[in-house]
C-alpha cells in the first residue's frame, strides 16, 4: 500500500513538472469557432487532487466490477471537483476509462469462465457487438457537439435509471437462485455424510478438481482467440484511421462525410459477417454453454443495433459503452463474470480510440491523463482482486451485478447533478440553450 502512494505521489510530482513545460498548450481557456470555451486548471496539489483521486479510484474499482469503466463517475469529478469543463472532462474520462478497461483485460486474460473450460472473455460476443459499438462512437462523438446540455441531462436522467433498476431486479433475481443453489448443496452435502462416501465416489471428484486447477493456470496465450482477436484490431485501426484522416479534412467538406460514411462497410461488414455465422450455426455464443445456438433474425438485428445505440451514448456521455453492453449481455443469459469481462474488453477499443482522436484534437491536457489513467490502472486491478476474493468466499456472483447497478445510479445523481448545474448556470446567465452546429466546431 505505501509503494502504491508512494507510486501516485511520484507520479503527480513529474505530471506537475511537465505541466509547465507545457503551460502553452494547456491555456486556461481556449475557444473553438463555436464559441465554446474549454477550460483546464493549473495542475496543483491540493485538496481537488486528492478528492478527486479518491473518487477515481472508487469509479474505476466499481467501474472494471461491473464492466462499465466509470466514466459516468469521472466527468462530474473532473467537471465539479477538478475545474474542467463539461467537454473536457469528457475527453479526459475517457483516458481514465481505457487506463481502467486495459489493466482490467489484462487481469481477465488470465482467467476462465466460471463453469466451462473456456476464456472469462467470449470474443463471437465481442465480434458481434464491438465493430458497431465504433461507429457509435463517431456518431455520438458529433451528437455531444451538437445536443445541448439539457438534452443531454434529460437523457442520462430517463437511461440510466431505467438500467440501474432493471440491473437492481435482475441482481436480486440471481441472488434468489444462488441462495437455492446452496440450500440444495447443502442438503446434498448431509445426505453424502449420513450415507458416508464410498472411496469411489471420493476418487470420482478428482478428475473435476483437477479441471478445475488447470483452468485457473491457464496461460494468458491460452486464453486469445487470435483469428477474432485480429479481426477485432482490423476494425480498431480501420476506423481509427478513417478518424485521423477525418480530423484533418474541413469539417463537413465531401471528404468528410466520404471518411465518415466509409466507417459503415468496415464495422456492418464484420457484425454481419458474425450475426450470420451465428444464425447458421457455424459460429456460437460458447459462454452460454448449449443456449448459445438457434439464433432468430429478428434478435441478431436488434443486438447489433444495441451495440450501435451503446456507442453512441458513450461517445454523447464521455463514458464507456459498457453501460449499455453489460446489462444486455445479463439479459441474454451470459454469466455475470463473463458479461463484465467481454463488455469491458469490448469497451477497450472503443475508449482507445477516442483517447487517440482526442489527443490529435488537444482536447485534454497530458499530465492530468497521465496521472488519473496510472490512478485508474492501480484501483481497476485492485477493485478485480477483491471481487474475486468476495466471490470465492460468499459464492456470490450477483455482488458484480449489484456492483454495475449501484454504478449506474451513481451516474444518474452525478452526471444529472452537474448537468442541471450547467443548465441552470446558462438560464441565469441567459446563455443560448438550443443546438449548436457540427460544421462550425473544430
Given amino acids: 500500500m505505501r509503494l502504491t502512494v508512494a507510486f501516485l505521489v511520484g507520479l503527480f510530482v513529474l505530471s506537475s513538472a511537465s505541466a509547465e513545460a507545457i503551460a502553452q498548450e494547456t491555456k486556461t481557456s481556449q475557444k473553438t469557432r463555436s464559441g465554446y470555451k474549454h477550460v483546464w486548471p493549473d495542475m496543483e496539489f491540493g485538496w481537488r487532487i486528492v478528492v478527486g483521486s479518491i473518487i477515481a479510484c472508487l469509479g474505476a474499482a466499481s467501474g472494471s466490477v461491473g464492466g462499465v469503466g466509470g466514466g459516468g463517475i469521472y466527468v462530474p469529478m473532473l467537471a465539479l471537483i477538478i475545474g474542467f469543463d463539461t467537454k473536457s472532462s469528457a475527453a479526459l474520462s475517457k483516458c481514465m476509462i481505457t487506463g481502467a478497461a486495459g489493466a482490467t483485460v489484462f487481469y481477465n486474460l488470465r482467467q476462465r469462465h466460471p463453469t466451462l473450460d473456456l476464456p472469462i472473455i467470449d470474443y463471437d460476443l465481442a465480434l458481434l457487438f464491438q465493430p458497431m459499438l465504433m461507429v457509435g462512437i463517431s456518431i455520438g462523438v ?62 470420482n471428484t478428482a478428475p473435476k478438481e483437477a479441471q478445475e486447477t488447470k483452468r485457473s493456470k491457464s496461460s494468458v496465450l491460452d486464453n486469445i482467440y487470435w483469428k477474432e482477436f485480429g479481426l477485432l484490431v482490423g476494425v480498431w485501426v480501420i476506423i481509427l484511421a478513417l478518424q485521423i484522416a477525418t480530423s484533418y479534412t474541413t469539417t463537413c467538406s465531401i471528404l468528410y462525410w466520404i471518411l465518415n460514411i466509409l466507417q459503415l462497410p468496415v464495422a456492418g461488414g464484420v457484425s454481419i459477417y458474425e450475426a450470420v455465422s451465428l444464425y447458421k450455426g457455424r459460429r456460437r455464443i460458447a459462454s452460454k454453454g448449449d443456449l448459445g445456438t438457434n439464433w432468430r433474425v429478428y434478435q441478431l438485428v436488434f443486438y447489433c443495433a444495441c ?88 459464492g456470490r456472483a450477483s455482488l458484480i451485478i449489484f456492483t454495475l447497478s449501484i454504478t449506474m445510479f451513481a451516474t444518474v445523481l452525478s452526471l444529472g447533478g452537474l448537468g442541471l448545474k450547467r443548465t441552470i448556470e446558462k438560464i441565469q446567465h441567459k446563455e443560448y440553450m438550443g443546438f449548436y452546429t457540427l460544421c462550425t466546431y473544430t
Avoid at 446540455?149 to 432493471?166: A, C, E, N
Avoid at 446452496?182 to 465416489?201: C, G, H, I, N, V
Avoid at 459498457?322 to 458479461?339: D, R, T
Fill in 142 to 203: 458529433a451528437f455531444n457537439v451538437i445536443f445541448p446540455d439539457w438534452l443531454i441531462t434529460v437523457l442520462i436522467v430517463i437511461l440510466f435509471t431505467g438500467l440501474s433498476i432493471k440491473a437492481f431486479l435482475k441482481g436480486i433475481e440471481t441472488w434468489k437462485k444462488e441462495t437455492q443453489s446452496k440450500k440444495e448443496a447443502t442438503k446434498s452435502s448431509e445426505l453424502m455424510e449420513e450415507f458416508e462416501l464410498q472411496p469411489e465416489s471420493l476418487n
Fill in 307 to 394: 451495440g450501435l445505440i451503446a456507442g453512441i451514448v458513450a461517445g454523447l456521455l464521455g463514458i464507456g459503452g459498457g453501460f449499455i453492453l453489460g446489462p444486455l449481455f445479463l439479459e441474454i443469459k451470459i454469466p455475470p463474470q463473463v458479461s463484465s469481462a467481454t463488455a469491458t474488453f469490448v469497451m477497450t477499443f472503443s475508449a482507445s480510440m477516442c483517447v487517440v482522436e482526442y489527443y490529435l484534437l488537444k482536447r485534454f491536457p497530458i499530465p492530468y491523463a497521465l496521472y488519473f489513467f496510472c490512478v485508474t490502472v492501480i484501483a481497476a486491478l485492485g477493485g478485480q482482486l477483491v471481487m474475486k476474493k468476495l466471490i470465492v468466499v460468499l
